[in-house]
């Protein structure tokens, strides 16, 4: 059976702990979180949800890391330095070395290694909300230490979280910064498309429902088709047509360039956190 242990049981380390629960393989999840109730929640809806192949148990920070095979570190960056302090003594003590998961924004996989006072192998990801459905994008990467098997069986404990996409540690804070960062740009898009049916005389159930399933049928089409996105919004703006209006209108608005700035400002605040 493997062990995989969550410090920290939020909106992230909850979506991606029910997505281990999903795995199909006979799994142990240790879950540990500052507020105990929180973890309660969380272990009373995956013994709900899933089979008998799963075991859950509420534990301590110092538990989890004594016992898990793999380890998700779901704290804040800022918190990243006291929290593996305070467990650095129970992973020393272990005969083995489990695998460290961080997604922590900004701390590099050297810098977890050392806060834990080790050589450990650790793996990053940078994950995002969507994962909670089964339909995230979990970007991830692996230094030295970790085997190709244990890689492979990680993969595998994560593949219900959605889709998994390897890039260099060099690289993971940009596409954090797209994939990440990005479903609430998209959000803010959403609820502005839905406003202006709204505005046009729709109500706000059915213009919040028609902006929904656009963005679902978009997504799906490029990562279908593989087209580019582009070439993908010209074949809607017919000649002369009311699309290629509502085109002009948000480029008059600088829609693009802001969208721009709104990655690059992500990705200017995620290195002050190194």
Do not use: W
């Amino acid at each position: 059976m493997i062990k995989v242990g969550f410090i920290g049981t939020g909106n992230m380390g909850g979506a991606l702990a029910r997505a281990a629960a999903s795995c199909g393989k006979d799994v142990k999840l240790m879950l540990a979180n500052r507020t105990a109730a929180k973890a309660e929640a969380l272990k009373q809806a995956i013994d709900k949800a899933e089979s008998g192949n799963v075991q859950t148990e509420l534990c301590d920070n110092q538990s989890a890391a004594s016992e898990a095979d793999y380890l998700f570190l779901g704290v804040k960056p800022q918190m990243m330095a006291a929290m593996l302090d305070g467990i650095k003594d129970a992973l020393s003590a272990r005969p083995d070395k489990p695998v460290l998961v961080t997604m922590a924004a900004g701390l590099t996989m050297d810098t977890i290694a050392r806060l834990a006072g080790g050589e450990y192998p650790v793996i990053r990801i940078m994950p995002n909300t969507p994962a909670a459905i089964g339909e995230g994008m979990v970007l991830y990467c692996a230094n030295a230490a970790v085997d190709e098997d244990k890689l492979a069986e990680f993969l595998d404990i994560l593949k219900a979280a959605g889709r998994m996409a390897y890039i260099d540690e060099d690289h993971i804070d940009a596409g954090s910064c797209v994939s990440g960062c990005g479903p609430a740009f998209v959000y803010l898009f959403a609820e502005a498309l839905a406003d202006g049916g709204v505005a046009c005389g729709l109500t706000r159930k059915t213009a919040t429902k028609l902006a929904a399933q656009t963005l679902v049928g978009a997504a799906k089409l490029m990562l279908e088709t593989g087209e580019n996105p582009g070439k993908l919004k010209d074949d809607v703006c017919s000649p002369g047509g009311t699309t290629i209006q509502g085109v002009r209108a948000l480029e008059e608005g600088a829609f693009r360039g802001t969208v721009m700035d709104a990655v690059i400002a992500a990705y200017e605040k995620t290195l002050e956190l190194k």
